[in-house]
């Protein structure tokens, strides 16, 4: 019996096994500051582990599930696999293997995941919690509002546990689902900026509670203490002190340009890993735009689609708040590659649910 298989596939499963190389052999070759979330992960000399929040959960995962005991190496050749065969249920689109942008775009997609999950990372379970979310609205049994609600629940859930900037999400997504009815001129970049509005307010109400801005306990703090270092040069440094309403409304705007559409990236001449992130990042902000355009002028019909953009553009937006370098961003957006992956591709999914 003669199995063909197709182009897409094949493309598919040569990125997986070329990329498990990567992810295999990059313990040897990164420096070492890639390594220093993994070895707070993995050793947890400060007696971290617990139930609640980012680090806690994580060491206890990887305490639990005997992968901290495990070499680096081989940690990669147990998680990476785990990631692609997470994109594989997705579903591999039709003409993966042409040579389109947004091809190119996740075929670095795969090289980034492999040089970011080669080690114990929190972004493992960003990646395989965010996932479930993908698989609700891509589930033809489950019905559009019960998606949205369960997908909704899970970010909640995620922020209350694990990363607490996750719960701005769903208000930033709503408000902007909200302001996409009112008739605009450019109703895609309005409902945007309203978003970026919404994180604003929402900052400031936390300010007149606790004293401080989000930025300002979040960004800048952890940036006031690698100020001048070598592991800082993507650093996102607003250029007004965020300790006033007008600083914290700069500094969200500009931290939002600065890890989505970051053309003051492009000053790294002399580092090309850097210049590369920056490229992806472009293109990848302004194929989802257009994306998201679109399902704003057809919302019944795409439906789902549209909320899954919703759910991205409002994480880019709160990535605008938090994010301290650029570096941090790229694989922070990692760890919410499977809804990236969805969104690039959703003409085809949606053809597959059909």
């Not at 909704?152 to 009815?181: K, N």
């Not at 300002?216 to 952890?222: D, G, K, L, Q, Y």
């Not at 549209?306 to 570096?327: A, H, M, N, R, T």
Request: proline letters at 4%.
């Amino acid at each position: 019996m003669r199995i063909t298989i197709k182009k897409s596939t094949t493309v598919f499963l040569m990125l997986f096994v070329t990329n498990l190389f990567v992810a295999f052999f990059a313990f040897y070759i990164l420096p070492k500051r890639f390594f220093y979330d993994a070895a707070l992960i993995a050793f947890d000399k400060g007696n971290e582990i617990g139930f609640f929040g980012s680090y806690p959960l994580t060491i206890l995962f990887y305490k639990v599930s005997g992968l901290r005991y495990l070499p680096f190496p081989l940690i990669a050749l147990i998680q990476y696999p785990i990631l692609i065969y997470v994109l594989y249920k997705i579903g591999i689109p039709e003409k993966f293997e042409k040579i389109y942008v947004k091809n190119l775009l996740v075929y670095l997609g795969f090289f980034m995941i492999a040089i970011f999950m080669s080690m114990p990372s929190k972004e493992f379970i960003t990646f395989l919690y965010l996932s479930l979310i993908v698989f609700l609205f891509n589930n033809s049994k489950i019905r559009f509002k019960k998606a949205l609600f369960l997908s909704m629940f899970l970010i909640v859930l995620f922020g209350v546990l694990y990363r607490p900037y996750f719960v701005l999400i769903p208000i930033i997504a709503f408000a902007m689902y909200f302001v996409s009815f009112i008739k605009f001129k450019n109703k895609t970049l309005t409902t945007v900026f309203y978003g970026l509005i919404t994180a604003v307010l929402l900052s400031l109400s936390y300010g007149m509670m606790k004293g401080e801005y989000l930025s300002e306990r979040s960004r800048e703090v952890v940036n006031m203490d690698r100020m001048n270092s070598a592991d800082a040069n993507s650093m996102i440094a607003s250029p007004i002190k965020p300790d006033t309403w007008y600083g914290e409304t700069i500094g969200i705007f500009y931290g939002f340009f600065s890890v989505n559409i970051p053309v003051n990236g492009l000053k790294h001449l002399l580092s090309p890993q850097i210049i590369a992130f920056v490229i992806w990042e472009l293109l990848l902000f302004y194929i989802l735009f257009v994306r998201f355009s679109k399902c704003l002028k057809e919302r019944e019909k795409y439906k789902n689609e549209l909320w899954i953009l919703l759910i991205l553009f409002s994480y880019f937006i709160v990535q605008g708040v938090f994010e301290p370098d650029l570096g941090t961003a790229i694989r922070h957006k990692i760890g919410v590659f499977p809804l990236i992956y969805y969104a690039l591709y959703y003409e085809y999914f949606r053809k597959e649910l059909q």
